[in-house]
């Protein structure tokens, strides 16, 4: 067998992934959705997130603004923190931060029985300023987001993504997320998601802020 | 409508949802492999992965052997190098390096014309010792290791994963690999792929490699 690789420079890699995209859809996305769904399908070469990403009216041009504005984005994962493109959420002022990994993070959650993520949703809302929540791995961190806005405890967040994948929990927590009422969410639905796929609609934002050529 | 959360430990739910990863398969996987396979889909949530990946004969039991022996796994991405669990790797004296981000391979890479996985790659070929390349992003990389492999100017790796995700050149650069004669190899054949999936790999041999009671 013969193996052709395409001649496509590397700066114009991106470009041609989009305009596949863009064909092999084969129908019209909402404009103000499109460059979040596509680049999830870019980062996942799963067609299916075109009809999973559920979307709160305004999600992407608030997601929008609170990059512009210089955010907090907080992730349940190191792997969604390293996928976020930091030279970007730099240039606003914004920052990423993770409490998942820190050590007393750990024992605290061992002591009381819940999960790391359940734990650093907890340090995050006590940070008392709006966020980016980023969710790509704990259902748990979901269902502290709701806990924590029903008691009060957790200011408006700017925007949660709700994107954890997995099987035990993660369907549920998800709907809770799609039952709040005058917060901007963006979800996938079902199973699928990941730490990539929130570093992925982190990045669309940003990109959407920066007025980045990219989509 | 109510939803109803299951009540599930936090340790308990990767055993819960490896259960329900095999229930939904319904069928039996190479036992060899199936550890592999099922970590993957317990990170995408992507049953697809049970016919993409692709594994040269003995490929797990040598990935398992050079995490033993402490390897060094090469990365293309931050996301990846992020997941891999270098609790278990430093165990056994093992580390993961990532030279995408070095600023004077992003500068090489553009003075050549040539991506920065590319020059990171030979960077790594470099080290002049054995290595499990973990490619989740770019198929210049994969396409870099072959090139290095016909020039001799790469040791044999103790094991190429290559998994990365997307629309150009992808399918084409994991059938380079699959091409490769005496090399062990662990592929995801088609267009999906990614970081996750490369780090899930990972991690499923040192979970292997240390006897964990996870599969």
Redesign the interface.
């Known amino acids: ?1 013969s ?4 001649r ?3 700066a114009e ?1 991106e470009a ?2 989009m305009e ?2 863009t064909e092999e859809l084969g129908r019209e996305l909402d404009p103000e959705l499109a460059p979040v769904i596509k680049r999830v399908i ?5 067609f299916d997130y075109a009809d999973n990403l559920v979307f709160s009216p305004g999600a992407v041009k608030r997601g929008v603004e609170a990059m512009k504005n210089g955010c907090t984005i907080v992730t349940d ?3 969604a ?3 976020i493109n930091k030279r970007v959420l730099g240039k606003f002022g914004g920052e990423v931060m993770n409490f998942v990994a820190d050590p007393d993070v750990a024992e605290e ?1 061992k002591r009381r ?3 790391r993520a359940t734990v650093s949703m907890e340090r995050a809302a006590a940070l008392g300023r709006p966020l980016v929540f980023a969710v790509g791995n704990s259902p ?1 961190a979901l ?1 502290a987001i709701r806990d924590l806005l029903e008691a009060g405890t957790l200011e408006q967040p700017a925007l949660i993504i709700g994107v954890p ?6 369907v ?2 998800k ?2 997320i799609l ?1 709040l009422e005058n917060i901007p969410y963006i979800v996938a639905r ?7 796929v929130a ?1 992925a609609i982190c990045n669309a934002l940003l990109y959407l802020a920066s007025g980045d050529a990219r989509e």
Not at 42 to 46: G, K, L, Q, R, Y
Not at 190 to 196: A, C, H, L, M
């Open positions: 067998m193996i052709e690789l395409q496509v420079a590397p890699i041609r992934s596949i995209i870019h980062t996942s070469a799963d994962t190191q792997m923190l390293a996928g959650a029985g819940v999960t748990t269902v994948v997995g099987f035990v929990n993660v549920e927590s709907e809770l039952e079902g199973r699928k998601g990941g730490s990539n570093a």
